[in-house]
């Protein structure tokens, strides 16, 4: 198994042996400090994201912030 059948054809072997590359030396594995770059690159998961997806979800979204604004807003008067 150690036929090498570029050797049978002159030609083919000339051309080939005209084409020369230089594979580049780089690191397999990411150092301590790429890695952590890449972590803080990597996007985050939008947590809001299932909320909006259904109707009324978006109209919670909405309601809520109005809703605690009354709550503290009636505390206040009341102890106040």
Do not use: C
Not at 42 to 51: L, R, W
């Amino acid at each position: 198994m150690s036929q090498d059948p570029f050797n049978k054809d002159h030609y083919l072997r000339t051309k080939l042996d005209e084409y020369h590359v230089e594979i580049p030396n780089f690191p397999m594995k990411p150092s301590r400090w790429e890695r952590f770059i890449n972590l803080l690159a990597s996007p985050a998961k939008d947590p809001i994201d299932p909320i909006i997806s259904t109707p009324n979800g978006l109209l919670l979204l909405k309601l809520v912030p109005i809703m605690g604004t009354a709550v503290f807003t009636l505390i206040q008067v009341f102890f106040l």
